[in-house]
């Protein structure tokens, strides 16, 4: 044994603690954004001294699907589009339990949109962590209801012509508490956003804009995951505050980065429980899990 | 365990089958119903929704029944004793995740109060033409629990039965019940709470480090769960798996998890299977029937009695798993079984599978929309010993 690899050997990953390690190595890419993002949450949950037991993350399907696998928390890995459903009802079972919803754009956004926008609406106090890139990557790198405009894919061979959502408009309009947007080259804002959005009472949403080197990068002859960082690098433009009209993500344009919403408001269970004692009076026990 | 007397509502009321189904689900813990409207299943969400906020219950009306049937997992895996209530366009949605229920193996119950389909159909009239998707709905091959009740008094009954079925084989469990059973008014007598036996959650006694969520329990049986939020810090998935949860996509792990729960249910089949038999020992001619069907075919069987044709009856309490032991020991004594039943002829398929030719079958079916004339079945009967 040289004298490198025992080193390697007796190396313990800092995220250990959090992560499946009996799970490793993990099925997603080399250059993948998933990585760091996972990372950025590891160190958020480490950073806020947060009990582990008292974290669930939930995902749907896909690349980022597999997220609630590899974490290890009390972690679901739901069906398609269903991740946000399954979070409101451990949610609403568990208030004290820090829901976080960690999965992709095709599966909470288009597939999921519904219940996407309901729990937004709702104030659900749940983190939805969306990774945002561009495509659906597990099945091959199809179009997607992000893919922006010319931009090719699996099934939309000769570029797409479709208007594609812009997530944190979504999110506030739909009546989320916090909203922000990074890409996963800002892992330090990326990492306090998520601090952020987890201490917030209510709906939070984190986009993370998310190189796909093997899919999306390749199809557009975009270069290799280094490359795709230096665009993040030398494209991000950070906007606190923005107006969210004008967050919109164009092909290989700037992609406006920042804390966009971050407001107070009653959750879900504080409405419930504030309605219920002004019909019901004293005979009211506010409901806590 | 015996219910919780703030939960009951012990008395003789005057109820439909909805709200009577919706005090079933309250008597025995139900404390989360997350539903979306739909005729003719609503005022079970609507009774539950006027009756929770005192009990300490939750009830969420989603966006929409797939909504529904995902959140009422993540209760159920946040501790609490779940329900949802829906009919046919709403049952189809429910399917996705109903698959998904069955392989997390989480224990909830979930209403069908049919109509007549495909599609819109009939959304106010009744019809029994779900049996087969309740079988088969969601993709993959799995076996059900589903009950049927044929009275407000039985959905009151069943409900409960139906709670502590999820509870011992940690699954969904369904009531197939229809229009006319949801929407007739009956007495409905609730007994006092200590009459009432309650299935509680199981969960594992074995220390955070130490439990998977599927270990085998002790005595091999149904394994006991694992709670959120006490550090097991476990992981689930609806891809194929093993004991420890974790995915494992090969043809061996999938036999393994397929064939676990499929096991559970026809392993105990005796033990889950509910048959009310009448008049069969020196019958010629077995009529079977479930839910508002096997109530109307009374005066058809009381006339033949009459005029001296041994017919005798079974009330399929229990639709799933089908009764197939007993409908083959059956169709070596009879001339003749009969399945009555609102569709074209679904539950009748089981039963002349199992039948295999040893004795005539005949289906007495209904497209929907009403229940079936008693002649219709009186005619059957007949034509059944010819």
Sequence with gaps: MSVQTKQLEERVHPMEKLLRMDRIPHIWCPTCGLGTTITALAAAIDQMKLDYDNIAVVSGIGCTGRVAGYM???????????????????SIAKPKTKVIVFSGDGDLISIGGNHFIHTARRNMDITVICVNNFIYAMTGGQVAPTTPLT??????????????????????????????????????????????????????????????????????????????????????????????????????????????????????????????????????????? | MKADPKNVLTGAHYLDGNHACAEGAIAAGCKFFAGYPITPSTEIAERVSRRFPLLGGVFIQMEDELASMNAILGAAW????????????????????????????????????????????????????????????????????????????????????????SEKYRMPVLIMTDECVGHMTEKVVIPEADQIDLVERRFTKKKPGEAWPYDPADDGGISPMLPVGEGHRFHITGLTHDHRGYPVINAEAHEQNVRHMIDKVVKNADDIIWLEEKDIDDA?????????????????????????????????????????????????????????????????????????????????????????????????IKESIK
């Excluded at chain 2, 779940?82 to 229920?101: A, D, I, K, R, V």
């Excluded at chain 2, 989480?106 to 159909?121: A, H, I, K, Y």
Aim: net charge positive; proline share 5%.
């Design chain 1, 72 to 90: 290890k928390v009390d972690s679901f890995h739901t069906t398609h589009g269903r991740s946000i459903p399954f979070a409101v009802g451990l």
């Design chain 1, 151 to 289: 931009a090719k894919s699996a099934t939309s061979p000769y570029g797409c012509y479709e208007h594609p959502f812009n997530l944190p408009l979504l999110a506030a309009s739909s009546g989320a508490s916090y909203v922000a947007r990074w890409t996963a080259l800002h892992i330090r804002r990326l990492t306090t956003a998520l601090k952020e959005a987890i201490s917030k009472k209510g709906f939070s949403f984190v986009e993370v804009i998310a190189p796909c080197s093997t899919l999306y990068a390749r199809l557009n002859k975009l270069g290799s995951g280094l490359d795709l960082m230096k665009f993040y690098h030398d494209n991000s433009e950070i906007k606190h505050g923005a107006d969210l009209k004008d967050v919109d993500i164009e092909f290989q344009s700037k992609i406006t980065v920042g804390k966009f919403v971050d407001i107070e408001k009653p959750t879900y269970l504080e409405c419930l429980n504030a309605n219920n004692k002004r019909v019901f009076g004293d005979k009211y026990q506010p409901y806590g899990g």
């Design chain 2, 78 to 165: 946040g501790g609490k004793k779940t329900m949802s209530c829906t009919s046919g366009p709403g049952f189809c949605l429910m399917m996705e995740n109903f698959g998904l229920g069955l392989m997390l193996e989480t224990p909830t119950v979930l209403v069908n109060v049919q109509r007549g389909g495909p599609s819109t159909g009939l959304p106010t009239l009744p019809g029994q033409a779900d049996m087969m998707q309740a079988k088969w709905g969601s993709h993959g091959d799995y076996e059900v629990i589903a009950l049927a009740p044929d009275s407000p008094q039985e959905s009151f009954e069943l409900t409960i039965h139906a709670f502590n079925l």
């Design chain 2, 284 to 380: 010629e001619v077995v009529l079977m029937a479930y839910g508002i069907s096997s109530r109307v075919m009374q005066p058809a069987i009381a006339k033949a009695r009459k005029e001296g044709i041994k017919v005798g009856q079974i009330k399929m309490v229990t639709v799933w798993p089908f009764p197939e032991k007993r409908v083959r020991e059956l169709a070596s004594k009879v001339k003749s079984l009969i399945m009555v039943e609102l569709n074209c002829g679904q539950m009748f398929l089981e039963m002349d599978r199992c039948a295999a030719g040893k004795c005539k079958t005949g289906l007495v079916g209904h497209f929907g929309g009403t229940v079936h004339k008693p002649e219709d079945i009186y005619k059957a």
